[in-house]
């Protein structure tokens, strides 16, 4: 079945549900979900494992409005929580501690006092120095915490150097002979209970070559951690598999996870994967609304849209490619249109050098793909409200977060 975002005669729909008349209730800016793509998408992972033990712990940074994370919980996903706030939101979907993994390079002695005591199933450690900040809050509480080492690898993810995380000079982890020392160190702190390696390499990342190159490393790490007398109970592969954002080829899940399990099968531990952008990013749109048209040289024009930088970060920060299509695409001969938000920053541009049907004020617009690292990432520069947002499900829709008005933006200041 086609879930999502397509063409159905003249208009762009959800999941049949037409996205003129969701934006025409619910306002825009306006982020809009298909719940069947995040089912489907889920699944896909998921069932990819075929019977080898593993759990899909679905990574909160790309999307963690509450709606989307009890859905995911209700198909069965475990959690990657990268700070105090992302637990939090876990736990109130229903996540069991013993179900979220912490991730994140800054761990604040707040949040380690926080998360310590939780009886998570493991805080992925970034250095030596977190290791002991971790032990000297066990040995206060007279508790034992469940810890997995991050390694980096020194792999190249080959995706945009401001998420790739796998090469040395990136902050991520600990180098293999300071993790090696760390490991060694283990059976001698008994507060601290060693229960994983993990790698993390990047996000965005659409070849296999990495990917399995990092699954095979930790294995490796794993296979020595095992013959030293030290067995782990389950390797931490990370999250990154990348998404067709403009339609080129793209490794699938099903061959991921396919490479995943032949690096880690040797070494018969279950399989901890944390994907994000590849389960909920095609599950999202933002849809705007054409605010003006002005002339901008003699081969385009600009179409400033009320969407821009503070919903979706991603073109401005990595120079990411979104498709935008008209909603309701007009007839006329296609034109070139430079299409732009309404945010005071020359790097507020959504889509260069886009073909698309003429373009009126009132118009609307979808911008494609939106679904992770939008609403996560979005901000209230210039006191822009954040949006409302929407999940679309059998035929109709649900709206999962209200828009911010100003009143709420201002309620914190006295
Ligand atoms: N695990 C860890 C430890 C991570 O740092 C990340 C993402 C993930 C899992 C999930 O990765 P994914 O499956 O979504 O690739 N804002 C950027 C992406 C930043 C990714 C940060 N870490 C973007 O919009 O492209």
């Not at 719940?35 to 489907?40: E, G, M, S």
């Not at 080898?52 to 859905?71: D, E, Q």
């Not at 007009?330 to 945010?343: C, F, I, K, L, N």
């Not at 507020?348 to 698309?356: A, C, F, K, N, T």
Request: glycine share 10%.
């Amino acid at each position: 079945m086609t879930t999502g975002f397509f063409n159905s005669g003249q208009e762009l729909v959800c999941d049949g549900v037409p996205l003129a008349a969701i934006a025409d209730a619910e306002g825009t800016p306006l982020y809009v979900y298909s719940a069947p793509t995040i089912r489907a998408r889920y699944r896909a992972i998921d069932d990819a494992f075929d019977g080898y033990p593993h759990a899909v712990h679905y990574a909160l940074k790309a999307n963690s409005t509450f709606g989307i994370v009890r859905l995911l919980r209700s198909l069965g996903s475990a959690a990657d929580a990268n700070s105090v706030g992302e637990i939090e939101v876990a736990r109130r979907a229903g996540f069991a501690p013993a179900d979220i993994v912490f991730t994140g390079v800054g761990k604040s002695q707040d949040e380690l006092a926080y998360a310590v005591p939780l009886g998570l199933k493991a805080i992925n450690v970034e250095s030596a120095g977190e290791l002991d900040r971790i032990e000297a809050i066990a040995q206060r509480l007279d508790a034992a915490v469940r810890v997995a080492v991050r390694i980096n690898p020194d792999i190249d993810a080959g995706s945009h150097p401001h998420i790739s995380t796998g090469l040395r000079i990136n902050k991520f982890g600990v180098p293999l002979a300071t993790a090696r020392e760390m490991l060694a160190s283990m059976p001698a702190r008994p507060a601290l209970t060693l229960v994983s390696v993990h790698v993390h390499i990047g996000s965005q990342i659409t070849s296999l070559g990495p990917l399995g190159g990092a699954a095979a490393f930790v294995a490796r790490i794993a296979g020595e951690l095992r013959r030293a007398g030290q067995p782990l109970e389950y390797v931490d592969v990370g999250g990154g598999l990348g998404i067709s954002y403009d339609g080129s080829h793209v490794v699938s899940p099903h061959d991921y996870v396919t490479a995943l399990v032949a690096a880690v099968r040797p070494t018969a531990l279950p399989i901890v994967v944390e994907p994000g952008r590849s389960i909920v990013g095609p599950a999202g749109a933002l849809v705007a609304r054409v605010i003006d048209t002005k002339p901008r040289n003699a081969l385009s024009e600009f179409v400033v849209i009320d969407a821009g930088m503070t919903e979706l970060m991603r073109p401005a920060l990595y120079d990411a490619f979104h498709r935008i299509e008209p909603v309701r695409p007009s007839p006329g001969d296609p034109r070139a249109y430079e299409v732009v938000g309404p945010v005071c920053e020359s790097s507020d541009v959504v889509g260069r050098d886009r073909i698309l049907p003429p373009l009126e004020v009132g118009d609307l617009m979808a911008i494609l793909d939106s679904g992770a690292y939008g609403s996560a990432m979005a901000s209230n520069y210039n006191r822009r409200p954040l949006p409302a947002e929407v999940l679309v499900d059998n035929g109709s829709w649900q709206r999962i977060r209200r828009r911010q008005t100003i009143d709420d933006i201002l309620a914190l200041e006295p």
